[in-house]
T-cell receptor, first 112, second 112 residues
């Protein structure tokens, strides 16, 4: 079945550091890939997505590129802020009205 | 305007009780979902409804019964609550072949 593997957390960085959170997936066909973010005490928000190979999703300074050859969708940000502290979830889905399959989440803490 | 709303936000109850969580979306979407997030932040699909019809039913105890009175609502009723039901329950919605799912703020259930 489909699955998503994320790097284990927690990740602790200083402000303005470079962020990478690794995500790889296993799926048949061509899934759509997502990053969701969960700020403390809140629900999930879509951060970015990519629906086909080589697409790059970007939002709020975060980027991720859909790499079919390595089945990866790594999340990157050049300079993190304290306000980026949250749990980040990589996820995939195939087709409309289909369930999201989530990775286990990576907790990011950014210190001033 | 809140796109996907859930009530209640917090629910503390005793083992053996029956409780309901309500979800409403005002996005005009035709598909709604329930996800469970455990204490380790792991998210997993429970149910999905499309146009009031059940389309995904993962391995969930039959103490959990979803009900969709109309396209905009998907409620979750839980009978005979157990300690292991303590979790955060998220409702989400999407539109047809549009794969992005929009999440509610979550309902934090604590069973004592």
């Amino acid at each position: 079945g489909n699955s998503v593997t994320q790097m284990e957390g927690p990740v602790t960085l200083s402000e303005e550091a470079f962020l990478t959170i690794n995500c790889t997936y296993t799926a048949t066909g061509y899934p759509s890939l997502f990053w969701y973010v969960q700020y403390p005490g809140e629900g999930l928000q879509l951060l970015l997505k990519a629906t086909k190979a080589d697409d790059k999703g970007s939002n709020k300074g975060f980027e991720a590129t859909y790499r079919k050859e390595t089945t990866s969708f790594h999340l990157e940000k050049g300079s993190v802020q304290v306000s980026d502290s949250a749990v980040y979830f990589c996820a995939l889905t195939q087709g409309g009205s289909e369930k999201l399959v989530f990775g286990k989440g990576t907790k990011l803490t950014v210190n001033p | 305007d809140t796109a996907v709303s859930q009530t209640p936000k917090y629910l503390v109850t005793q083992m053996g009780n029956d409780k309901s969580i309500k979800c409403e979306q005002n996005l005009g979407h035709d598909t709604m979902y329930w996800y469970k997030q455990d204490s380790k932040k792991f998210l997993k699909i429970m149910f999905s409804y499309n146009n009031k019809e059940l389309i995904i039913n993962e391995t969930v105890p039959n103490r959990f019964s979803p009900k969709s009175p109309d396209k905009a609502h998907l409620n979750l009723h839980i009978n005979s609550l157990e300690l292991g039901d303590s979790a955060v329950y998220f409702c989400a919605s999407s539109q047809g072949s549009e794969e992005t799912q929009y999440f509610g703020p979550g309902t934090r259930l604590l069973v004592l």
